[in-house]
């Protein structure tokens, strides 16, 4: 997995959780296409893009291996407006729930909270399968310091010896225990695999959360 940053002259700017399409065309001419959500904040000198390679895939593993400092890139977008955040006074509660590379819109809203001086209270619950797989695992760590951004850890797989979050795949028990209780209202994201956005969804609605509160964000096992 790599984090890419790119120079973007002409950029109009994102709002916190977009994603763009990054288009690759080979020397005879074939073109393919994929979607990566923008890991960096709208006020970040660079637009960053987190790009897990996978196996098999036509731009991942392009981007990881290949791609070199001062290469070109064709991109599409900002795209969507559905799951994105934005300060605004008095907003809602935010709770963040990302499953593995789920976690990448998550950071853009979560340094967009702290750039734009918000106030809201944030809990982010993030699963990974080891603490050696956790997206943005320095950088989360260093949040816990922050007054007003809860972090959260639970490991499925592997965790050290001297691990003191949680362990286990996300469950309503863990959501009721990390997240904000249904009565607070607050704004839920979840952003993953699609079981695990599923089963995170399900779960919170079981808790009395509202669905129309819930914004998700999933994808397969393609978009390689």
């Known amino acids: 997995m790599k984090t890419i940053a790119l120079a973007m002259p002409d950029w109009a700017g ?16 074939y073109q ?16 960053e893009l987190t790009v ?43 709770f963040l729930i990302g499953g593995g590379s789920g976690m990448t819109p998550f950071r853009s809203m979560v340094r967009h909270h702290r750039a734009s001086g ?3 209270p944030v809990r982010v619950l993030c699963s990974s399968r080891s603490l050696e797989l956790l997206i943005y695992r320095e950088e989360l760590f260093k949040l816990a310091a922050d007054d007003l951004i809860d972090v959260s850890v ?3 797989r592997e965790a050290p010896d001297d691990w003191r979050g949680y362990r286990g795949r996300i469950d ?13 209202k607050p704004l839920t994201y979840i952003c993953g695999p699609t079981a695990f956005v ?5 779960a919170m609605v079981s808790l009395g959360h509202d ?14």
Request: a negative charge; proline letters at 9%; glycine letters at 16%.
């Open 211 to 224: 669905p129309g509160r819930i914004r998700t964000e999933r994808f397969g096992g393609t978009g390689g």
């Open 118 to 120: 918000s106030r809201v």
């Open 14 to 29: 994102h709002r916190a959780g977009q994603h763009v399409d990054v288009r690759l065309t080979a020397p005879d001419g």
């Open 154 to 156: 639970t490991l499925t």
């Open 172 to 184: 309503p028990a863990l959501l009721a225990t990390t997240g904000w209780p249904a009565g607070e």
């Open 52 to 94: 897990e390679r996978l196996e098999g895939g036509e731009v991942s593993p392009y981007l990881v291996d290949e791609l070199r400092p001062g290469d070109e890139l064709e991109l599409r977008g900002p795209v969507g407006g559905y799951f994105v955040w934005e300060n605004e006074p008095g907003g809602a509660p935010l």
């Open 32 to 47: 393919t296409e994929r979607s990566y959500s923008i890991a960096s904040a709208p006020e970040d000198a660079y637009l």
């Open 198 to 202: 599923e089963a995170a969804a399900a």
